[in-house]
């Protein structure tokens, strides 16, 4: 009994300590990139500087016209990204004018 006991006490501790899912999604930007660019055909679209009381990243989003595919990455300070979001059907919207046309 108690090496059952014992036994499920450490596979579960494990678990509990284990780092979360997501944390597989990153690694130091240069290989994201590399990896984005080479199996998905994905090029840099779009990005910007995000920050947040004392952190700063940097958004970007990346995307394959020859795939379709996107990725969203957020990449620290430390150098190190996290793929945030992928997909398929990736597309570019077309701006909208807008007039301001009143009549009098």
Do not use: Y
Request: charged share 15%; proline share 3%.
């Amino acid at each position: 009994m108690f090496k059952r006991l014992l036994a499920l006490s450490l596979t579960f501790g494990m678990a509990a300590l284990a780092p979360p899912a997501f944390a597989a999604n990153c690694a130091l930007r240069d290989t994201v990139v590399e990896r984005l660019q080479s199996k998905f055909a994905e090029q840099l679209t779009v990005g910007g500087l995000q920050t947040g009381g004392n952190t700063h990243s940097v958004l970007e989003i990346w995307s394959s016209d020859e795939t379709g595919t996107f990725t969203v990455l957020m990449t620290n300070a430390n150098g190190i990204s996290c793929v945030m979001a992928a997909g398929t059907d990736f597309f570019k919207a077309t701006p909208i004018e807008i007039t301001n046309d009143t009549a009098s």
